[in-house]
């Protein structure tokens, strides 16, 4: 089915190859429309990146961003299905086939609008989503080519529109990868293509407008945690004019998005701006105030005068293996040596940035997730020379993003699968000197459906490693629980609710990791988006009960 | 939200004591619990301090610390009026309070300020308290009088015999202990060894010996896990499940050796800090 009007075969790399092909893709389109063997042959569009030894020096941001030629020859690649099969793969539902319609159309204030229609975050979706396990697996693009990584690349597109929206991300710091200029690219692109931009289509993008707030209603919504449901229940209530406060633990707001996700895959500026915008609505942000301690629920509602609470505190309580050796100097939760590296800086210890982490050479990390690879590619930008992921299945089997996995390989990180710890092995001052791991096999699937790994008996070995780093996930937060009697749990500790994300107790809705178990930013957000509409209607009802 | 130190002095040979605005913390701090705070901005060190007392009326919290590291001696460096950026809390389960009967509550060096609130919410509930403090010497002694006030007996020792009975804590503790009737509870808080120790004075006597832990803390959520110690052979979250422990059970030995684990970066940061204050002539 592949089509022979362009050459598929030789990528097209030049900037000046790729105008060339815009251009002609344009006039085609223009001149009768463009066939699905064309837009079928358009190259997938790579996206520009660090180079792999360069980075691992520093916690730039690894991915670069799409030129605007690039975003428009993606766009293109989007047949525009009828029954577009890749919204249904989004949690969010947004109308993908109309966002990228806009952008190969250059209209990216419309896709933006498009998008922003169903998601608050889309700078950070496009960058964090699993967007091969949802929108793009579903792309007829990619079963057309029998290769989901062929399919439309959605997140990345996602991502060029919010950035374009407001250029909030500074260029890369690193000298000599700067992205190509867009606004340049906007011009040239302009002056080739007949049909492409004429002056009054010229993207005038402003800062982020903030966005329009309802007149007051006299009603007060708490929101506990800052995390991406957090910041989307807080956003979604305050414009329907209630008065909102968010309530954070930390000194920073942004949730994992600041102290989980590294620098390098998410740029703190981004969270930073979504925050700020926050304030310009006249949310009110309060950090180091941990609900369940500084003030419960109860004192919240019944003394504060909160007529609505949004619980989004996240997962909590880091797993450990129980095994040997795990209470060994040397050894982290992900959670902790993230959090140390990130919000703490330090990265910059001994320069500005006091907070101390293990000046690790060689590093063990176990687990095969987002956070397994974000913490062994923070290891590498920490200085460790060598840097192993362990995971007891194959890669195959890995939740984190393949895109992850793949920049973790070109880092150097040493993929041990098929392996996973036995014990930790200390010496006398009670330091970490090496993992002894057993070989596994793959058994029959288990109820998730994945393999189960076996292992093999008489298999152990030894890795020499100074830290161990272990990234097998969380259980619940407890401290809520513990604080606020009347909620409900389930037996792992996570808050139930209904379909419109309420809680047992009336006026108190929840979201996020702390209901899904460790889940995803777009999942979070969808939750708190559900919840916002869900805390509007009562209180709009709660406040006609008031007047009368 | 910024905190400003209302006032602050030297209490002792690098002992030091300051009241800070914290109006929520001071209305909702029960004795037993700990604040996390961080003097300034983004890259800096968050530490916890216990808190040595409250005064809800003027919605101020007392913090008593002991210069040991960059985080305290940049604190030290503080004056009245100046802020601290974030302080978080309270934290911690609060201690648990009941008529016990007779009990002994041990202070060692800067442990007494956060044993403090606990022996007054002792007394105030009707216990007999009998109070060990103890010192290296005597410039490093704080709030004697204050116990003074809530104990029904005192004794007070210095490691050096400077100030009052040469003695480690423990003597005098095996002492309490070897009376009949023995101390129904015992309430212990100071440096890790001595705890240790003092836990192996009460336990052959068989009197129940709670400890307040000391951890290297991260969030104080329970989010990291990075202040775990072993309890009964099971991992606990010090900031979640603590600071509170039934000292029989703890296992110190381990939880030293992870107490070291930054020692050697901390005191690189504090010999910058050092260098950094003579040039600016501090
Ligand atoms: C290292 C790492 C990498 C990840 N990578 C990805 C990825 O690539 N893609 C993806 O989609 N997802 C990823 N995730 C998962 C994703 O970040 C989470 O699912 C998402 O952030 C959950 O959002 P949330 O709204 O539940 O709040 P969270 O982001 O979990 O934030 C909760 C907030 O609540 C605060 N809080 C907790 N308790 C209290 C309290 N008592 N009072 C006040 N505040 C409190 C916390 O300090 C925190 O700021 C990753 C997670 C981690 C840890
Ligand atoms: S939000 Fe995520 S899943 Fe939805 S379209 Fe965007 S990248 Fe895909
Ligand atoms: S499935 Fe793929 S090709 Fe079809 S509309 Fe969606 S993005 Fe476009
Ligand atoms: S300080 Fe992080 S879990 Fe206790």
Request: glycine share 12%; net charge positive; hydrophobic share 40%.
């Given at each position: 089915m592949v089509g022979t009007a362009h050459p598929t075969k030789a990528p097209i790399v030049t900037s000046e190859e790729r105008k060339k092909l815009l251009q002609d893709l344009l006039v085609k389109k223009?001149?009768?429309?463009?066939?699905?063997?064309?837009?079928?042959?358009?190259?997938?569009?790579e996206m520009p990146e660090q180079d792999a030894t360069a980075r691992c020096r520093n916690v730039g941001e690894v991915a670069l961003g799409y030129t605007?030629?690039?975003?428009?020859?993606?766009?293109?690649?989007?047949?525009?299905?009828?029954?577009?099969?890749?919204?249904?793969?989004?949690?969010?539902r947004i109308r993908i086939r109309d966002f990228t319609g806009a952008i190969a159309e250059g209209d990216y204030r419309q896709a933006l609008a498009i998008i922003k229609e169903n998601s608050l975050l889309p700078a950070v979706c496009g960058r964090v989503c699993p967007q091969e396990v949802q929108c793009q697996e579903k792309c007829t693009v990619g079963l057309s080519l029998k290769d989901v990584s062929k399919a439309v690349s959605?997140?990345?597109?996602?991502?060029?529109?919010?950035?374009?929206?407001?250029?909030?991300?500074?260029?890369?710091?690193?000298?000599?990868?700067?992205?190509?200029?867009?606004?340049?690219?906007?011009?040239?692109?302009?002056?080739?293509?007949?049909?492409?931009?004429?002056?009054?289509?010229?993207?005038?993008?402003?800062?982020?407008?903030?966005?329009?707030?309802?007149?007051?209603?006299?009603?007060?919504?708490?929101?506990?945690?800052?995390?991406?449901?957090?910041?989307?229940?807080?956003?979604?209530?305050?414009?329907?004019?209630?008065?909102?406060?968010?309530?954070?633990?930390?000194?920073?707001?942004?949730?994992?998005?600041?102290?989980?996700?590294?620098?390098?895959?998410?740029?703190?500026a981004i969270v930073q701006q979504e925050i700020e915008t926050l304030r310009k609505m006249g949310v009110k942000i309060v950090t180091n105030f941990i609900v369940g301690r500084t003030r419960t629920i109860e004192q919240l509602m019944k003394e504060d005068g909160f007529d609505a609470v949004y619980i989004g505190v996240g997962a909590g309580l880091p797993s450990f293996m129980n095994i040997e050796g795990e209470s060994l100097v040397g050894v982290y939760s992900a959670n902790e040596y993230l959090t140390r590296a990130n919000l703490m800086k330090a990265y910059q210890f001994g320069s500005g940035a006091d907070t101390p982490i293990a000046r690790s050479k060689r590093v063990a990390v176990v687990g095969g997730g987002n956070v397994a690879m974000d913490?062994?590619?923070?290891?590498?930008?920490?200085?460790?020379?060598?840097?192993?992921?362990i995971y007891r299945r194959t890669e195959k089997e890995m939740p984190a993003r393949?895109?992850?996995?793949?920049?973790?390989?070109?880092?150097?990180?040493?993929?041990?699968?098929?392996?996973?710890?036995k014990r930790i092995l200390g010496d006398a001052s009670g330091s970490v000197v090496a993992l002894e791991c057993l070989r596994y096999e793959l058994g029959e699937p288990d109820a998730s459906g994945r393999r189960r790994p076996v292992a093999i008996p008489g298999s152990e070995f030894q890795i020499d490693v100074d830290t161990v780093i272990i990234a097998i996930g969380?259980?619940?937060?407890?401290?809520?629980?513990?604080?606020?009697?009347?909620?409900?749990?389930?037996?792992?500790?996570?808050?139930?609710?209904?379909?419109?994300?309420?809680?047992?107790?009336?006026?108190?809705?929840?979201?996020?990791?702390?209901?899904?178990?460790?889940?995803?930013?777009?999942?979070?957000?969808?939750?708190?988006?559900?919840?916002?509409?869900?805390?509007?209607?009562?209180?709009?009802?709660?406040?006609?009960?008031?007047?009368? | 939200m910024s905190h400003k130190i209302v006032s602050k002095r030297q209490v002792g040979e690098d002992v030091f004591w300051a009241q800070v605005e914290a109006p929520l913390i001071a209305k909702a701090r029960k004795p037993g619990q700990f604040i996390i705070l961080s003097i300034d901005g983004d890259g800096s060190e968050r530490i916890p301090l216990t808190i040595a007392g409250v005064n809800p009326g003027s919605g101020t919290i007392e913090l008593i610390w002991q210069r040991v590291g960059k985080t305290t001696a940049?604190?030290?460096?503080?004056?009245?009026?100046?802020?601290?950026?974030?302080?978080?809390?309270?934290?911690?389960?609060?201690?648990?309070?009941?008529?016990?009967?007779?009990?002994?509550?041990?202070?060692?060096?800067?442990?007494?300020?956060?044993?403090?609130?606990?022996?007054?919410?002792?007394?105030?509930?009707?216990?007999?308290?009998?109070?060990?403090?103890?010192?290296?010497d005597r410039s490093r002694l704080i709030l004697e009088d204050r116990f003074a006030e809530v104990s029904d007996e005192l004794i007070v020792c210095t490691d050096d015999g400077s100030y009052r009975r040469k003695a480690l804590v423990t003597e005098p503790l095996k002492e309490v202990c070897q009376r009949s009737p023995k101390p129904d509870h015992a309430f212990?808080?100071?440096?890790?060894?001595?705890?240790?120790?003092?836990?192996?004075?009460?336990?052959?006597?068989?009197?129940?010996?709670?400890?307040?832990?000391?951890?290297?803390?991260?969030?104080?959520?329970?989010?990291?896990g990075g202040c775990r110690v072993e309890v009964d052979g099971a991992p606990k979250f010090v900031c979640v499940d603590g600071p509170e422990f039934d000292g029989h059970k703890v296992n110190f030995d381990l939880m030293i050796k992870r107490m070291n684990a930054y020692k050697k970066q901390e005191q690189q940061a504090y010999e910058e800090y050092k260098q950094h204050r003579c040039k600016i002539g501090l």
């Open positions: 223009d001149s009768g429309g463009l066939k699905t063997k064309d837009r079928l042959a358009i190259p997938p569009q605007e030629e690039q975003a428009r020859l993606e766009a293109m690649r989007c047949l525009q299905c009828r029954n577009a099969p890749c919204v249904e793969g989004c949690p969010v959605i997140g990345r597109l996602e991502r060029f529109v919010a950035d374009w929206r407001d250029e909030r991300v500074p260029p890369s710091r690193v000298a000599g990868i700067l992205p190509a200029s867009r606004g340049q690219d906007a011009l040239d692109t302009k002056e080739q293509g007949r049909n492409a931009l004429s002056p009054s289509h010229l993207p005038t993008f402003s800062p982020s407008s903030t966005p329009t707030v309802a007149p007051p209603t006299g009603m007060k919504v708490a929101i506990i945690g800052s995390g991406p449901g957090g910041i989307v229940a807080a956003a979604d209530t305050r414009r329907a004019g209630h008065e909102v406060t968010v309530f954070e633990a930390f000194h920073k707001p942004g949730g994992v998005m600041v102290y989980g996700i590294p620098e390098f895959r998410l740029p703190k913490s062994a590619r923070t290891a590498v930008r920490l200085g460790a020379e060598k840097v192993y992921l393949v895109e992850e996995v793949h920049h973790a390989k070109q880092e150097g990180v040493d993929f041990h699968l098929l392996q996973n710890p969380n259980q619940a937060n407890p401290l809520i629980r513990q604080t606020t009697p009347g909620l409900g749990f389930n037996k792992w500790g996570n808050l139930i609710v209904d379909e419109n994300c309420k809680t047992s107790m009336e006026g108190v809705y929840a979201g996020g990791d702390i209901v899904l178990g460790a889940a995803t930013v777009i999942l979070a957000m969808g939750q708190g988006r559900i919840a916002a509409a869900a805390m509007n209607e009562y209180l709009a009802k709660k406040r006609e009960c008031r007047k009368s | 940049a604190l030290a460096d503080l004056k009245e009026g100046d802020e601290i950026a974030n302080i978080a809390g309270p934290l911690g389960t609060p201690t648990h309070i009941e008529r016990f009967g007779t009990v002994v509550c041990v202070g060692g060096g800067i442990g007494n300020a956060p044993l403090l609130p606990i022996a007054t919410a002792l007394k105030q509930a009707g216990n007999r308290v009998i109070s060990i403090l103890g010192a290296r212990v808080i100071g440096p890790t060894l001595m705890m240790k120790f003092c836990c192996e004075v009460t336990r052959p006597f068989g009197v129940p010996t709670q400890v307040s832990l000391n951890t290297i803390m991260v969030d104080g959520t329970g989010m990291c």
